[in-house]
T-cell receptor, first 114, second 117 residues
Framework: DTGVSQNPRHKITKRGQNVTFRCDPI?????LYWYRQTLGQGPEFLTY????????KSRLLSDRFSAERPKGSFSTLEIQRTEQGDSAMYLC????????????FGQGTRLTVV | AQKITQTQPGMFVQEKEAVTLDCTYD???????LFWYKQPSSGEMIFLIY??????QNATEGRYSLNFQKARKSANLVISASQLGDSAMYFC??????????????FGKGTLLTVNP
């Protein structure tokens, strides 16, 4: 296993378009997290899954955002009607969800809304 | 609510010297975990070191050590014998649960470390 994989790495879209990002976690990891990182800031938590169940969503996740993790494997994050303020790096992480184990992050998807 | 403060936007260090990156935190939770991550220009977050709020001893991982002062609510990262490859953004973060089982993390704004030859 080569780690957490995110696709695409870069996405440029016009304002108002919908975009979808994919995250493939490490195969045995049952927890999956999404973060957003804007320029000059640390990552901010968006949502996380335990297997296929979405257990928590941040208030940052407006109605235009939706995340899924069908069958508890890969996850998708969709943004509808993109706005310029959505421009950011979207990071995915996965973990075993047990004590004393670390989470592994992907390289992120950088979204630019023009 | 949890809050992480990193007051050093940028730090410079000479190769082979030690450097301390500051981190203070605020939480009303009795149990929490503290993390340091490195983010090179390629973007991925690389785990460096972890400290649980109930851990008696400061965490160490190779050249990294975490200077945990609970009463002062500080969790500074010390990098010994800096290398050119250490140049990156460094983030301090905390979780609601000790032990690292829940990675819903609150991050600081980061410190950009530059190692000079």
């Amino acid at each position: 296993d080569t780690g957490v994989s995110q696709n695409p790495r870069h996405k440029i879209t016009k304002r108002g378009q919908n975009v979808t990002f994919r995250c493939d976690p490490i195969s045995e990891h049952n927890r999956l997290y999404w973060y957003r990182q804007t320029l000059g800031q640390g990552p901010e938590f968006l949502t996380y899954f335990q297997n296929e169940a979405q257990l928590e969503k941040s208030r940052l996740l407006s109605d235009r955002f939706s995340a899924e993790r069908p069958k508890g494997s890969f996850s998708t994050l969709e943004i509808q009607r993109t706005e310029q303020g959505d421009s950011a790096m979207y990071l995915c992480a996965s973990s075993l969800g047990i004590m004393n184990t670390e989470a592994f992050f992907g390289q992120g998807t950088r979204l630019t809304v023009v | 609510a949890q809050k992480i403060t990193q007051t050093q936007p940028g730090m410079f260090v000479q190769e082979k010297e030690a450097v301390t990156l500051d981190c203070t935190y605020d939480t009303s939770d009795p149990s929490y975990g503290l993390f340091w991550y490195k983010q090179p220009s390629s973007g991925e977050m690389i785990f460096l070191i972890y400290q649980g709020s109930y851990d008696q001893q400061n965490a160490t991982e190779g050249r990294y050590s975490l200077n945990f002062q609970k009463a002062r609510k500080s969790a500074n990262l010390v990098i010994s014998a800096s290398q050119l490859g250490d140049s990156a953004m460094y983030f301090c973060a905390m979780s609601y649960e000790p032990g690292g089982s829940n990675y819903k993390l609150t991050f600081g704004k980061g410190t950009l470390l530059t190692v000079n030859p």
